[in-house]
């Protein structure tokens, strides 16, 4: 009989990697998102639908489903706001999954720090509330602090207040926002790692630890990753020893996670940040494939069904992967090419993501980036060099 999974949001690397473990994948997208012809290629079928937060519409279209296939191994979802409604209906279904206090815990920043604070290494100081529980005159915690939405990702809405002045305008700005929850912590000054793992039946595989780079306060937008992380050994053992206390003390069960963690400069420990269970973005899962050749996305699927992926023998990090992101001036592309052929055999991908005439915006988050380049090679100082000589060749030209 075939295996049949589906996958809530339209991610290429989860479709190709369902195909490759031998599933008839079926695609759930919401009418908002475009889909590429890696999709469409690989997908049994796709299905359209309002939205994915919406748990009674997926449901009664994975009932039709249902009712063709006559079985459904795993419903999952490798997109933030799909792991909901993968949970509701896999624990309908009574297939493996993440509970639901498993997700609220990790998209909700609050609770995750509330269950934190059990534990002496992960707690941290905190607020938070609706613009309505702060006032403008009183300090919520002591500065330098950071202040985001409790649910958010991909660095939006996140500002850095490093005195009273900063937390007034800040209020002002935002007093009009009744319906946004938001978190205040510490600003933590340090170096920026990730980590990718994955879970099964409650144990944890480290598959690796990637270097950020970002823009630094007040925005913190994430401008590039590095596989593998440069570390000493104590601070790969305080990151490996952190991440897997975390995910055992959230109760993540299965698939994927995705940890975000900071040195602190001034306490000397590593901080947790935000966790997610699912893979990073920016192409990170991808850097680690191109690093080790261990796919993300398909162990992540394996794990709800075969502890045995827990068993995987890491290799060593034989290549240096790297991903940098382009910004640009805001105005109107006028053109875009390059001066010579790219044929340095390090760069893996590349994408411009403005077409000739569309208006380039001002790098405010992650979503307003405006390209990227991926490169692997023996080094980093390897990877340097193709950058820099890419960037050197890209021809751009903006009124």
Same mark, same amino acid.
């Given at each position: 009989?075939?295996?049949?999974?589906?996958?809530?949001?339209?991610?290429?690397?989860?479709? &190709? #990697?369902?195909?490759?473990?031998?599933?008839?994948?079926?695609?759930?997208?919401?009418?908002?998102?475009?889909?590429?012809?890696?999709?469409?290629?690989?997908?049994?079928?796709?299905?359209?639908?309002?939205?994915?937060?919406?748990?009674?519409?997926? +449901?009664?279209?994975?009932?039709?489903?249902?009712?063709?296939?006559?079985?459904?191994?795993?419903?999952?979802?490798?997109?933030?706001?799909?792991?909901?409604? #993968?949970?509701?209906?896999?624990? =309908?279904? $009574?297939?493996?999954?993440?509970?639901?206090?498993?997700?609220?815990?990790?998209?909700?920043?609050?609770?995750?720090?509330?269950?934190?604070?059990?534990?002496?290494?992960?707690?941290?100081?905190? =607020?938070?509330?609706?613009?309505?529980?702060?006032?403008?005159?009183?300090?919520?915690?002591?500065?330098?602090?950071?202040?985001?939405?409790?649910?958010?990702?991909?660095?939006?809405?996140?500002?850095?207040?490093?005195?009273?002045?900063?937390?007034?305008?800040?209020?002002?700005?935002?007093?009009?926002?009744?319906?946004?929850?938001?978190?205040?912590?510490?600003?933590?000054?340090?170096?920026?790692?990730?980590?990718? #793992?994955?879970?099964?039946?409650?144990?944890?595989?480290?598959?690796?630890?990637?270097?950020?780079?970002?823009?630094?306060?007040?925005?913190?937008?994430?401008?590039?990753?590095?596989? !593998?992380?440069?570390? $000493?050994?104590? &601070?790969?053992?305080?990151?490996?020893?952190?991440?897997?206390?975390?995910?055992?003390?959230?109760?993540?069960?299965?698939? !994927?996670?995705?940890?975000?963690?900071?040195?602190?400069?001034?306490?000397?420990?590593?901080?947790?940040?935000?966790?997610?269970?699912?893979?990073?973005?920016? +192409?990170?899962?991808?850097?680690?494939?191109?690093?080790?050749?261990?796919?993300?996305?398909?162990?992540?699927?394996?794990?709800?069904?075969?502890?045995?992926?827990?068993?995987?023998?890491?290799?060593?990090?034989?290549?240096?992967?790297?991903?940098?992101?382009?910004?640009?001036?805001?105005?109107?592309?006028?053109?875009?090419?390059?001066?010579?052929?790219?044929?340095?055999?390090?760069?893996?991908?590349?994408?411009?993501? +403005?077409?000739?005439?569309?208006?380039?915006?001002?790098?405010?988050?992650?979503?307003?980036?405006?390209?990227?380049?991926?490169?692997?090679?023996?080094?980093?100082?390897?990877?340097?060099?193709?950058?820099?000589?890419?960037?050197?060749?890209?021809?751009?030209?903006? +009124?």
């Amino acid at each position: 009989m075939d295996k049949v999974l589906i996958i809530l949001g339209a991610s290429e690397f989860g479709v &190709l #990697a369902g195909k490759n473990l031998g599933f008839k994948v079926i695609v759930i997208s919401p009418r908002s998102t475009g889909i590429s012809t890696k999709v469409t290629d690989q997908a049994e079928s796709i299905i359209i639908v309002n939205s994915l937060e919406d748990e009674e519409e997926i +449901y009664q279209k994975v009932n039709d489903i249902l009712k063709i296939y006559k079985k459904i191994d795993l419903v999952i979802s490798f997109t933030e706001l799909g792991l909901k409604s #993968a949970s509701i209906i896999s624990e =309908k279904l $009574n297939l493996p999954t993440n509970h639901l206090e498993v997700i609220e815990s990790t998209r909700n920043k609050s609770l995750m720090r509330k269950i934190f604070l059990k534990s002496d290494i992960l707690k941290l100081n905190y =607020k938070a509330g609706l613009i309505s529980n702060f006032h403008h005159q009183e300090l919520p915690i002591q500065t330098p602090f950071i202040i985001k939405p409790l649910d958010g990702y991909g660095s939006k809405n996140v500002s850095f207040i490093e005195n009273h002045e900063e937390w007034t305008e800040w209020h002002l700005k935002n007093k009009e926002d009744n319906d946004t929850k938001w978190i205040v912590e510490p600003y933590i000054e340090g170096p920026e790692y990730s980590i990718e #793992a994955i879970s099964s039946k409650g144990k944890h595989f480290i598959l690796g630890i990637t270097e950020k780079d970002t823009t630094g306060k007040p925005n913190f937008i994430e401008t590039g990753h590095s596989v !593998p992380a440069s570390l $000493n050994q104590d &601070l790969y053992d305080q990151i490996i020893h952190l991440t897997k206390e975390s995910l055992t003390l959230i109760g993540v069960e299965y698939g !994927p996670s995705h940890i975000e963690v900071k040195w602190d400069n001034k306490n000397n420990k590593i901080v947790i940040i935000e966790m997610h269970t699912r893979p990073g973005g920016d +192409y990170i899962p991808y850097l680690h494939t191109l690093s080790t050749g261990i796919d993300q996305y398909e162990i992540g699927i394996r794990s709800y069904y075969d502890p045995s992926v827990l068993e995987l023998v890491m290799t060593k990090h034989v290549k240096h992967s790297s991903i940098k992101f382009l910004t640009f001036a805001e105005g109107i592309l006028l053109s875009k090419g390059f001066s010579d052929k790219i044929s340095d055999e390090n760069i893996k991908e590349w994408d411009i993501y +403005y077409n000739i005439g569309e208006k380039v915006k001002e790098t405010a988050d992650s979503y307003s980036r405006a390209g990227h380049i991926i490169v692997s090679s023996n080094s980093r100082e390897s990877n340097k060099q193709s950058f820099n000589s890419f960037i050197k060749n890209l021809l751009i030209k903006i +009124y």
